[in-house]
């Protein structure tokens, strides 16, 4: 549509209140009486991806509550005043005031894709998808007006522009593409460097689980929430972004954090090399389409060799423009996005160095999540999150997914509170539970044992 631009992205009002408000959680650390969920930390990590990757983003309403009735309403911004007030003078949120799509259009979408279930009278489904060669299961709870939502999203900006957030909006899409089938892609060659940096981490993860796990080492979960787990690491330490910022690393630092990086002037040059692409992609031109394919191709051989530190990014690729910002789009990969893939995807190896004591020191970011999470997440839960993270963002993908889905109207657990959308997951799979026996393990060590009493 004419009034959007290239990097443009649309997201559900649903995903932008869950994540702004784990940001939120993350601001007030142990001052806070919210807590973060596991899908709640998956959306975080997407959104922040949105973020990086996308010059404006637009976002729709979601599910409220009003005597008894799920009624449509606002989104509404769930972290900290200052937090709207750097976000509002960045200038890249904006909720969608004039609807741009086929709201018809959309409604015949939702009734295909949710049947059985009768949109016209239940107010929440239970969307299962089951995947057999993987011994797993995910049972997600949404609100009916969730899926309109949804459709809405895709209407007003395409299907491409749809940036799936929370974990229960890619069920849906490979739920839609399930039935509704889909003849393109819905990522776009914006996508790509964010994509490429969660398949990097994915297959060196397996790769370590392959080697290491027949041999005693306990399964790492293969996908971790690296663009969280980077922002957290950033702002527990004094690292090179909290001097810049120019006090005490803290909660508080983490908005700041992210928009200091989205804006930094790599960050910005690796924008405007996207909607280069774009343009090269859109081209009726043969020699940009065949350039356009060179960027691809390298860009997905691209390895994931040693991690660099924040204030490695910083000194180089963060600051330099001079060589980039001469047009050259082939040597911008190296010059700036292969940097950028490091400073992410290389992070969770550095991490586990941290544990040799080498540089990537993770103690900081147990200490950090201790102060903010109030507890770590267990091993388990981590393979929860992974699991979650792991699922496609684009029908492209969801076309090859080995996955069969059931719609079916009402609730998972009838006692979680009205709008909350649980979500379980069901695994047979061998890591998963190795890691749960170290979860019951661990939390039967730290249980206190009854003493007897003389009554």
């Known amino acids: 549509m004419s009034s959007f631009k290239s990097l443009d992205a649309v997201i559900t009002g649903y995903a932008y209140e869950n994540a702004t408000t784990a940001l939120g959680v993350l601001e007030e650390g142990t001052k806070t009486k919210k807590w973060i969920s596991t899908e709640m930390l998956c959306t975080l990590d997407n959104f922040i991806k949105v973020m990086l990757f996308s010059d404006r983003i637009f976002f729709g309403g979601c599910a409220g509550e009003k005597e008894g009735y799920v009624v449509p309403r606002n989104a509404e911004f769930g972290a900290s005043e200052k937090a709207r007030s750097l976000f509002d003078d ?67 900006g395409g299907l491409p522009m749809f940036k799936p957030v929370f974990p229960g909006e890619h069920l849906y899409l490979g739920l839609r593409q399930s039935v ?18 969660r398949m990097l981490v994915r297959e060196k993860m397996q790769n370590l689980n392959n080697t290491l796990v027949p041999i005693g080492a306990a399964p790492i979960p293969t996908l971790p929430p690296v663009f969280v787990a980077r922002t957290l690491y950033d702002c527990s330490t004094p690292s090179f972004l909290s001097r810049i910022l120019k006090h005490q690393s803290s909660g508080e630092d983490i908005v700041p954090t992210l928009l200091a990086i989205r804006n930094s002037q790599a960050m910005t040059r690796i924008r405007k090399w996207m909607s280069e692409c774009m343009e090269l992609i859109t081209s009726q031109d043969v020699n940009k389409l065949a350039q356009a394919r060179t960027i691809y191709d390298k860009l997905n051989s691209f390895p994931l060799e040693d991690d660099i530190t924040e204030e490695e990014f910083a000194k180089g690729s963060l600051d330099i423009i001079a060589d980039a910002a001469k047009g050259d789009v082939l040597g911008i990969l190296a010059v700036l996005v292969q940097p950028l893939m490091k400073y992410y995807g290389g992070f969770p190896m550095g991490v586990l160095r941290g544990l040799g004591g080498q540089k990537g020191e993770s103690k900081h970011i147990d ?29 492209a993908d969801w076309k090859i997914e080995k996955a069969l889905f059931q719609v079916t109207a009402g609730r998972i657990d009838s006692s979680a509170p009205n709008l909350s959308r ?31 009493k003389n009554i």
């Open 180 to 197: 509704i089938k889909s003849p393109i892609a819905t990522h776009t060659i914006a996508d790509l460097v964010g994509r490429r940096i």
């Open 422 to 452: 649980p979500c379980f997951v069901r695994s047979a799979n061998a890591h998963y539970i190795e890691n749960a026996k170290t979860d019951f393990d661990d939390l039967f060590k730290s249980a206190v044992p009854l003493q007897d």
């Open 367 to 395: 200490e950090f999540l201790e102060k903010t999470f109030t507890a770590k997440f267990t091993p388990s839960e981590m393979d929860y999150v992974s699991t979650l993270l792991e699922l496609p963002d684009n029908v």
């Open 90 to 156: 960045d200038g890249i949120f904006h909720p969608i005031n004039k609807f741009e799509g086929d709201g018809e259009l959309a409604r015949r979408i939702v009734a295909d894709a949710l049947k059985p279930v009768d949109v016209s009278s239940a107010a929440l489904f239970v969307l299962t998808g089951s995947w057999e060669t993987k011994q797993l299961v995910i049972r997600q709870e949404m609100v009916t007006i969730d899926a309109f939502f949804i459709e809405h999203s895709i209407q007003h």
